[in-house]
Nanobody, 121 residues
Framework: QVQLVESGGGLVQPGGSLTLSCEAS????????MGWHRQAPGQQREFVAT???????NYSDSAKGRFFISRDNGKNTVYLQMNSLKPEDTARYYC???????????????WGQGTQVTVSS
């Protein structure tokens, strides 16, 4: 059984910062990639950022220059530092991971339950 648990969401004023965390746990052999998507009310879920084993990162246009993704491999944890937040960043943020499980290294893609970020004055 695998779990992704996000934390760090909340209410922040425009221009403020938040850091989200997501920890993966379970019978994980390896994690190839971890990242974040978000979904605003009435909108489709959209890509925000990802980090791939080896250290490369990728960002959406809206996240570039303001959001920074990092990973602690020893803790199976990914972080999303969000700066200069705007009201349009308001959404539920979901962590996801591509991993292999157990001694047989079964490929598996998992999503967390999400954490709410609200940017408002």
């Amino acid at each position: 059984q695998v779990q992704l648990v996000e934390s760090g969401g909340g209410l922040v004023q425009p221009g403020g910062s938040l850091t989200l965390s997501c920890e993966a746990s379970g019978d994980i052999f390896s994690i190839e990639a971890m990242g974040w998507h978000r979904q605003a009310p009435g909108q489709q879920r959209e890509f925000v950022a990802t980090t791939i084993s080896g250290g490369s990162t990728n960002y959406s246009d809206s996240a570039k220059g303001r959001f920074f993704i990092s990973r602690d491999n020893g803790k199976n944890t990914v972080y999303l530092q969000m700066n200069s937040l705007k009201p349009e960043d308001t959404a539920r943020y979901y962590c996801n991971a591509d991993m292999t499980l157990g001694p047989h290294r079964i490929p598996f893609h998992s999503w967390g339950q999400g954490t709410q970020v609200t940017v408002s004055s």
